[in-house]
């Protein structure tokens, strides 16, 4: 099975983002954004998220190929109502279409808020909280506490990639993702899938994680060629429910944990 075309569903956002009022920064420029967009947005070139940003209903954020976003790191002691986490994070909750390629990718990574600091700098990631449209393609995601969490939403993202997030992606509650080419580099665990979310994942590699490289909590899972190498624990499943022919594994320090009844 293969994802929907994502060149129709990202040219039309693209096209909606044109002909639409928003707000946008001129290619030259650093834009600097927080708080909730009032308006449909096109983000492109250099972007500072210097706290939390959130795409209310109603709200649609289109991001161009090559743009780069810089999150500023926030302390963790903010509790803000209409956010989930306590560092700063992009909220999703209307629809955001991410539009990089394979030689403009689309780059989200933190920065010291305090250039003197030597505590390295984490975001909180993108959210997608019940978000009525998510689409991602060539979007490379670094240094987040969840790089990329779903929650209650359907998504779809091809060439994917997280880097030393401690929590690569996540995916919770009555949604169904649908991955190309997912690759999760170091962190400690790359995709855990809970409750009653659903996953078609057509390709990818796990390496490195400290822990468990995939955790599958739920059962409706399809996964094809995807690589698991050089992690703790490959995957933790029930392999009574779930088909794990998919998989591939090279050099871990267990492939497979049973979980479910009679597991150790």
């Given amino acids: 099975m293969r994802l929907y075309p994502f060149i129709l569903i990202l040219a039309s956002a693209m096209l909606f983002a044109c002909s639409a009022p928003r707000t946008q920064n001129p290619p030259s420029a ?18 500072l998220m210097l706290d939390d940003v959130l795409v209310p209903r109603g709200r649609t954020l289109t991001i161009l190929p090559g743009t780069r976003i810089r999150v500023q790191s926030a302390g963790s002691t903010k509790l803000e109502p209409l956010f989930l986490s306590t560092a700063t994070e992009l909220l999703v909750r209307g629809e955001i279409y991410v539009a990089g390629t394979s030689e403009q990718p689309v780059r989200f990574s933190p920065v010291a808020e305090d250039e003197g600091s030597l505590e390295e700098p984490v975001w909180g990631g993108i959210i997608l909280d019940g978000a009525l449209s998510a689409h991602f393609q060539h979007l490379d995601l670094e240094k987040g506490e969840i790089c990329l969490q779903s929650l209650d939403t359907s998504m ?5 990639r997280l880097f030393d997030c401690r929590y ?10 649908e991955l190309e080419d997912l690759q999760v580099e170091a962190g400690e665990v ?3 899938l809970w409750e009653q979310a659903q ?12 822990e468990e490289a995939i955790h599958l909590g739920s059962h409706e899972v399809h996964i094809q060629n ?17 088909d794990l022919s998919g998989l591939i594994f090279e050099d871990n320090g267990r492939n497979i944990y049973p979980r479910g009844a009679g597991a150790p």
């Fill in 156 to 160: 779809q993202a091809r060439h994917l």
């Fill in 226 to 242: 995807v690589l698991i190498r050089g992690t703790a624990l490959g995957v933790v499943a029930d392999p009574r429910k779930v």
């Fill in 168 to 177: 690569g992606l996540i995916l919770q509650g009555e949604g169904f993702a």
């Fill in 30 to 47: 650093v834009l600097e954004v927080a708080g909730v967009l009032r308006e449909d947005t096109l983000w492109q070139g250099e972007v």
């Fill in 199 to 210: 996953m078609n994942l057509l390709g990818g590699r796990f390496t490195g994680q400290a």
């Fill in 190 to 192: 790359g995709l855990l």
